[in-house]
């Protein structure tokens, strides 16, 4: 048996579909058992994974990415300030599934694009369904808690809300990404509270992780927080360098990213 199909079929035994799916190399019945698990509270999430790694197997590399990357793109969207895809995105992923990864990163995408309201809504949601599930209580809800109050203005409750992830966050907390954001949002919170120091540390950590961020977009997000946090403390030298680390990782990004078009005009103002 193949690394993708043993993920795949542990994941269906853990949910006693053992008898259907059996140790066969059955594909068919593994989606069977995945389509009569889909709707159901907490168990979508697991099953879109599942769904991914059998299409892995199978050869289907363009099917797994699209099933892997649906519930992370409108997170993704929201970080560069495209508040507008991130909304339709994030709606879209929570009319598909109520898986919790799914719902937590919508969550972050409504936040980050404004909506707090809704974003408040999905991570009660959440509370609820999952009051003992580590992920959801020391990662997602304090994520989501404080990109909400940090977009209200209130910086030291978004600082105060990451609090619980702590001990957790230098590890990779799904499959479809999410590793070191509690980091990146406080360096975001403490560049918000004009604290660039702070800010500074928190960013390093993200760039001196590679090995764990691998290919997250706050790898590159980090540099022009560095850059950012540089300048606030009037570091000219040091924040020229770190645009320019920045605009080099992004040389092929799309012209009109409006987080891309801040960093230039920031840049182009450093004296």
């Known amino acids: 048996m193949l690394i993708g199909e043993q993920i795949s079929l542990s994941r269906l035994l853990e949910h006693g579909c053992e008898e259907s799916v059996g140790l066969q190399h059955d ?6 058992e995945a389509a009569g698990l889909m709707g159901k509270p907490g168990e979508e999430d697991i099953m879109l994974d599942t769904e991914s790694d059998t299409a892995a197997y199978g050869g289907q590399f363009s099917k797994a990415r699209e099933l892997t990357q649906r519930a992370s793109e409108s997170a993704r969207e929201a970080l560069v300030g ?7 995105q994030a709606q879209a992923s929570l009319a598909l599934s109520n898986g919790k990864d799914a719902e937590a990163m919508s ?3 409504l936040g980050l694009a404004g909506d707090a309201t809704q ?16 992920i959801v209580q020391f990662e997602y809800l304090p994520m989501i808690h404080s990109i909400v109050t940090l977009q209200e203005g ?4 978004a600082l105060e809300a990451l609090g619980p992830a702590v001990p957790y966050e230098f590890g990779a907390i799904n499959q479809v990404g999410f590793a070191l954001y509690p980091i990146y949002l406080r360096g975001e919170a403490y560049l918000a509270a004009r604290q660039g120091g702070a800010a500074a540390t928190e960013f390093q950590k993200i ?9 997250e977009p706050i790898g ?3 540099h022009l927080g560095l850059a950012r946090a540089y300048a606030m403390q ?7 360098s770190a645009y320019q680390d920045f605009f080099a990782l992004w040389k092929d990004a799309d012209p009109d990213i409006s987080i891309l078009k801040e960093a230039k005009a920031e840049y182009a103002k450093l004296q």
């Open 27 to 32: 594909p068919a019945g593994m989606a069977r």
């Open 82 to 88: 495209n508040t507008s895809q991130a909304k339709q």
């Open 107 to 109: 969550a972050v995408a």
């Open 119 to 134: 974003a408040r809504r999905v991570a009660d949601d959440l509370s609820k369904r999952f009051p003992e599930d580590p």
């Open 154 to 157: 209130n910086t030291t409750t």
């Open 207 to 215: 760039i001196d992780r590679p090995d764990v961020v691998q290919n």
């Open 220 to 222: 590159a997000l980090s």
């Open 234 to 240: 009037g570091g000219t030298a040091k924040a020229r």
